[in-house]
């Protein structure tokens, strides 16, 4: 979801640097901006004894916890920043103002925010399987058709290993050891480290 950066500027937005690693919000914190990255990467994590399980990753242009401006929860997770960060923020009033004054964001938005859910829920649906491969397969599929790739070999994943493994909630060796036999047996190409699904 990509908002004109003029348009929030109008609407009140300031703009925020982080460093890597920094927290943009941490769990249990209260929603209380709107928040599109302009250039960087974060990720949406939750941190239990040491192991980290990440929900979901976002690139320029995308927005960071927007669902939750919705709700009377707190944040369920923290926004950390994965390289340098520029992220326009806009208080959570000014965003409502903004979506009321313009029919087609809205319609936008709430089309961004079903996305969202339904990559959650994809997610999910690759956990269920005890099986490695069936697990990796079922989260290429969804990227697959996200990305809408229909050839054999056309999908060029995303994401590092460590990545695939914190999304899908598989340890990273069984992450590398699953890919090098789904690479044996022609299900992927795997060309200078890049995955080709």
Same mark, same amino acid.
């Given at each position: 979801m990509v908002i004109e950066e @003029? =348009?929030?500027i109008k609407f009140g937005a300031d703009i925020i640097n982080l460093e890597k690693n920094d927290l943009l919000f941490k769990k249990n914190d209260i929603? =209380? @901006? /709107? /928040?599109? %990255?302009k250039r960087g990467r974060t990720k949406h994590v939750n941190v239990y004894a040491d192991t980290e399980f990440v929900q979901s990753y976002q690139t320029a242009g995308e927005c960071v916890g927007d669902i939750f401006l919705f709700s009377s929860f707190t944040y369920p997770m923290d926004a950390i920043a994965t390289e340098k960060c520029t992220i326009l923020r806009l208080e959570q009033s000014k965003f409502f103002k903004l979506l009321k004054a @313009?029919?087609? %964001?809205q319609v936008q938005f709430f089309q961004h925010i +079903?996305?969202?859910?339904h990559f959650v829920y994809n997610i999910l649906d690759s956990i269920k399987f005890n099986n +490695? %491969? $069936? $697990?990796l397969k079922n989260f290429f599929d969804y990227l697959k058709r996200e990305y809408r790739c229909f050839e054999k070999y056309s999908c060029k994943i995303p994401y590092t290993r460590k990545e695939i493994s914190g999304l899908t909630g598989l340890r990273i060796e069984t992450v590398i050891r699953t890919l090098k036999k789904m690479e044996r047996e022609s299900i992927i190409k795997i060309v200078h480290g890049t995955i080709l699904y």
């Open positions: @003029n =348009l929030l929603p =209380l @901006n /709107y /928040y599109q %990255i @313009n029919f087609e %964001i +079903a996305g969202q859910v +490695a %491969i $069936c $697990c």
